[in-house]
C-alpha cells in the first residue's frame, strides 16, 4: 500500500492534512470552553486579584490618554471661546442698536417735555370766559442791539391784531405790533421803544415800564418819597388803553443808582408758546402809517423830483 501524503500535485489538499485539521478543532475548541470556564471560576473566586490587575492596566494607560485628551480639550475650548467671542459680538450690535433706539426716544421725550412745559405755563395764567385768546408758537426771534421781538405762527386768518397783548405763564410780555395773514410780530417790555403803564402793587405808586433792551426794563417817574422795595410785585395799570389793569408783569429785581429794575416772570429769552389775548383795546391805538405805493415806471421820475 502506498504511503499518505500531504500534498499531491498542484498543491492538492491531501486525507493526511485534513485528518490532522480536524484533531486540532477537537483538540482547541474543548481547551478554549475550559480556559474560559476557568477564568469566570477564578473571576468570582479571586475578585482581588482581577481588580489589582484592571487597576494596574489603568494606572499604565491613564498618562497616555490624559496625553490624548489633552488636545481634544483645547480644542474644545477654543471652541467655547469662540462661540462666546460671537455671542458677544452679536450682543455689542444689538445693544448699540437698542442705545441708538432709547437716545432718539430720550430725545423726543426731554422735547415732550419741554412742550408740555411750556403749555403748562400759559395754563397759569387764564383770561377771563368773555376774552378771547390764540395760543401760537414761537417761530423766530429778534434779539438784536436795536430790537427785541418775537414772531409766532399767528396771524389774522386766526384773528390777532394789532394792540393784543402776549402772555406767557404768570406774566405779560409784551404786544402785538405787526400782524401778517400768517404770522405776527410781538414787542416784548424789554425793548427799547416799549413803554407799558404799570403799578407798583404794594404802594400803589404809579410808574412807566421802560425797556432798553436789557433783560430788566426799569421803572420811570416814581415817587422819591416812596420808594420801591426789591421783591414789589408790578402790575399793568390800565392807563393809556394798552393793557387792562392788574396784569402781572414781574417783581423789582435790583435797583442801580436809584432806577428800579424788573425782573420779568417771564423767561423771555426762552419762550417757545405765547397766548395772545383780545382785550378789545386794540382799538384805541394809532394805526401805522401807510406807506405811499409807487410804481415802477414812475420810481425814476419821483427821484428826479426829489433832487429839485
Do not use: C
Not at 161 to 175: D, T
Amino acid at each position: 500500500m502506498p504511503p499518505l501524503t500531504e500534498a499531491g500535485g498542484g498543491g492538492a489538499v491531501t486525507p493526511l492534512s485534513m485528518l490532522r485539521r480536524s484533531a486540532a478543532h477537537r483538540v482547541v475548541a474543548p481547551l478554549l470552553v475550559v480556559v474560559s470556564v476557568l477564568m469566570i471560576i477564578l473571576g468570582k473566586v479571586d475578585q482581588v486579584m482581577f481588580e489589582s490587575v484592571r487597576i494596574s492596566v489603568t494606572d499604565y494607560a491613564a498618562p497616555f490618554l490624559d496625553m490624548v485628551s489633552r488636545p481634544f480639550m483645547v480644542i474644545d475650548q477654543f471652541a467655547e471661546r469662540v462661540e462666546a467671542m460671537v455671542d458677544l459680538y452679536q450682543d455689542n450690535l444689538r445693544l448699540t442698536e437698542e442705545n441708538r433706539r432709547l437716545l432718539h426716544w430720550q430725545q423726543a421725550a426731554l422735547a415732550l417735555a419741554d412742550e408740555n412745559r411750556e403749555l403748562r405755563d400759559l395754563l397759569k395764567l387764564v383770561p377771563d370766559a368773555s376774552r378771547s385768546f390764540v395760543s401760537a408758537r414761537v417761530i423766530a426771534s429778534s434779539g438784536g442791539a436795536y430790537l427785541r421781538n418775537l414772531m409766532v405762527n399767528a396771524g389774522s386768518d386766526s384773528g390777532v391784531e394789532r394792540g393784543q397783548a402776549a402772555v406767557v405763564g404768570e406774566g405779560l410780555i409784551g404786544r402785538v405790533y405787526e400782524v401778517g395773514v400768517r404770522a405776527a410780530r410781538i414787542l416784548l417790555i424789554t425793548d427799547l421803544n416799549s413803554r407799558v403803564p404799570v403799578i407798583v402793587e404794594r404802594s400803589r405808586q404809579r410808574a412807566i415800564l421802560a425797556g432798553d433792551n436789557s433783560q430788566s426794563p426799569s421803572l420811570w417817574y416814581l415817587d422819591p418819597a416812596a420808594p420801591v422795595k426789591i421783591g414789589d410785585r408790578i402790575v399793568t395799570s390800565g392807563e393809556g388803553g394798552i393793557f387792562p389793569p392788574g396784569l402781572p408783569v414781574g417783581v423789582v429785581g435790583q435797583v442801580e443808582s436809584g432806577i428800579p429794575r424788573v425782573q420779568p416772570y417771564a423767561p423771555l429769552a426762552q419762550v417757545e408758546y405765547v397766548r395772545i389775548v383780545d382785550y378789545g383795546l386794540a382799538d384805541g391805538l394809532p394805526m401805522p402809517l401807510a406807506v405811499p405805493h409807487i410804481s415802477p415806471r414812475a420810481a425814476p421820475r419821483a427821484a428826479k423830483t426829489s433832487r429839485h
